[in-house]
């Protein structure tokens, strides 16, 4: 077996919980070892029917969506720009940059979340399927965007490999993933500490999907399909608590402004060669 992003053959096996999963002792790219597609995609459609609320997520990432767009429009034109978010959910952040002189697309799985983008957004800008089922045009999109998607899809290198043939030369692409180091460090604390969480209420504050990613993992992986000018930093914390991962609001908003402000220190301190956030946040370009 290989790893899917530099293509290393020194795998070994880890645990999780009762979970399996192998690590690259290359990259660094943590993946689980059980779940097929059929079963993971059933899994997501489940956990975004059930237990994600989209509204308040959506409301805490709106600083996130803000300074994304800003981005964004900073390094591309404004004239005729279409973007393409990929796992687009209910719609908000393109809801956003059509507001922005954006002309967006969305590509949903979730069929519930797919009918409220459609009514939000229009018909016609809004694909229900995975990306590839979409048959958009080569060259087709200035900008392309995977918040917190990646992690989720069948294979992270055809996804990729998709969005590099749909970008224009010259069009950008935005990631936001889970950055494995701290949710492994995070696992570590919380397993060691457990009882004493549970009794103030605290839930799990890891997250492993069945691909999680370092920033080299994930620069090698992009790298390899062509793109250039690859920037990963630590990415903006959501908002508050929305998926309420404790009963106490204060404590998590402390928790949150002091993880962001170490993180930021110490990748200015090494010069951006550290990234210790919960998050990445990515961009890179199709040349």
């Excluded at 990415?235 to 002091?258: A, E, N, V």
Aim: one cysteine or more; charged letters at 25%; glycine letters at 6%.
């Amino acid at each position: 077996m290989n790893c899917v992003c530099c293509l290393s053959e020194k795998i070994e096996f880890n645990f999780a919980g009762s979970k399996q999963y192998l690590t690259c002792k290359k990259c660094g790219f943590f993946f689980s070892a059980n779940h097929s597609k059929s079963i993971l995609s059933e899994f997501i459609l489940q956990h975004y029917l059930e237990e994600d609320p989209h509204r308040a997520v959506a409301f805490s990432k709106k600083a996130f969506f803000n300074s994304a767009l800003e981005y964004l429009s900073g390094n591309i034109a404004e004239k005729e720009r279409k973007i393409l978010d990929v796992g687009c959910g209910y719609g908000y952040f393109i809801n956003f940059a059509s507001k922005k002189n954006w002309n967006p697309s969305g590509v949903e799985i979730v069929k519930e979340a797919a009918e409220y983008a459609k009514r939000k957004i229009g018909t016609e800008n809004i694909f229900e399927g995975k990306l590839k089922e979409a048959n958009f045009c080569d060259n087709s999109f200035d900008a392309i965007t995977l918040w917190d998607v990646l992690a989720i899809v069948d294979d992270p290198y055809d996804e990729l490999k998709e969005c590099y043939r749909l970008l224009k030369s010259g069009g950008i692409i935005g990631l936001r993933t889970r950055n494995v180091y701290f949710q492994k460090f995070a696992y570590q604390i919380y397993t060691a500490l457990r009882n004493f969480f549970l009794k103030l209420g605290f839930k799990e504050p890891y997250v492993f999907n069945k691909f999680c990613f370092s920033a080299h993992s994930v620069k090698i992986l992009l790298s390899r399909l062509g793109f250039q000018g690859i920037k990963i930093n630590n990415s903006p914390l959501t908002f508050g608590d929305p998926y309420q991962h404790s009963h106490y609001s204060f404590p998590i908003r402390m928790i949150k402004l002091s993880t962001d402000l170490v993180s930021r220190l110490v990748f200015l301190i090494t010069g951006g060669k550290v990234i210790i956030g919960p998050a990445l946040l990515i961009w890179a370009e199709k040349p």
